[in-house]
């Protein structure tokens, strides 16, 4: 990936506040295109009607919405989001290259979760995880995205071969998820959903017992409110509820923040923000860290639109 496309949302209120929302759906994930979310944006200012805004416009209209909200009420986009929200997220460090020396300097940082892609060979694959899931160590959850890699033969060699080893979760292992169940109820591999949750809604989740988390990208889902209902339909099925960015710029980062900390906090996958070489927000929000204070990133006059 070497290119980012996207919008911005300005929206006003009568006080004069304006709200950012950021309008950026990812190629070869969201359910729309960038064309087709302007477009139901540009009806949606002629006829106020909401209800057919493609899920990466309602997410940048829900983003600005909560913004102008947490202006109004003197509060971070956290608190507005959800009263008591956590003051500090956690971060979950991504490991771009499969080196245990990576792993263990994002241990030494502080890092309490890290995330590692999986796919290919499913021994090779193994033998890597086990590397670093070694040089990780207790007290670092490690969290293995496989985008549905594997056919159904390659993810159960891939599960006998990492028995053992403490992992949080593999997201989507399986090309045909439907075999989800079979593979948990198999090898006992905890499976969390991330790509299966376009086809579903949250009251469907009571199906998907299997798995221990669900992964939640606000931009894909419509946005930090159906997010945060996401969660909720989650955990009251004991599943773990983690947040993850999609490449947003600054304006949804900030979003996807807010739901973290209105979550209790993380590890939250916000890093694909940091490998954008530019932001539409200066200064860039800081998120190369193991614990981000809310308050530094959430207050609206601590970062300007350039
Ligand atoms: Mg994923």
Redesign the pocket.
Known sequence: MTRRDGFLLRLGDEAGRVGWGDVCPLPGFSPDTLAEAESSLRRWMEDGDDSALTPSARAALDGARLDLDAQARGVTMAEALRSGAASTVQMQALLVRDDPADARSLRAAGYRAVKMKVGGDPRAAAARVRAVADALGTNVTLRL?A?RAWRWDDARRFADAVRGVSLGYV??PLADPSRLPDLVRDTELPVAL??SLQDLAPDDLARHGYAVAV?LKPVVLGGVRRALAWADAARALGLDAVV?GAFESGVGTRHALALAAALGGGPAGLDPYRRLAADVLAPRLRLDRPVIDTNEVLIPRNVEMI
């Open positions: 995205d985008n997201e989507e991330d790509e992964v993850s």
